[in-house]
């Protein structure tokens, strides 16, 4: 079920640029979204060869805003410290496209290049 809707080119986000983001949804408390988003692990596949899963710290009421964030530094962090675990696509390339809360509880990152 997708739960956040949005089109963010994470290197924009990361320079300032908040171009593209669903308004309605940018001011929403992230638990307005799903009660329990702030309380799971996060899971970034794409483009990596394994998965890797985080937990996201967040302040005690925690927006949209803040969960992009956490995605777009979460990405950098990636790409800095494992680029023997990234196929094919640039920091550059990246875009989060929404966020979906998979049957078994997961998060998953919506990620399109």
Do not use: C
């Amino acid at each position: 079920m997708k739960i956040l809707d949005v089109n963010v080119h994470l290197d924009s986000w990361r320079t300032g640029t908040r171009d593209g983001i669903m308004v309605q949804l940018f001011n929403n408390k992230l638990t307005d979204v799903v009660p329990a988003l702030a309380d799971k692990f996060v899971r970034f596949d794409y483009p990596l060869n394994k998965t890797i899963k985080l937990d996201p710290s967040f302040p005690a009421l925690p927006t949209v805003e803040d969960f992009i964030n956490f995605v777009v530094n979460s990405y950098r962090d990636i790409y800095k410290n494992e680029p023997n675990n990234i196929w094919g696509h640039g920091f550059g390339d990246l875009f989060l496209e929404g966020v979906s809360l998979r049957n078994d509880g997961k998060i998953e990152l919506n990620m399109g290049s």
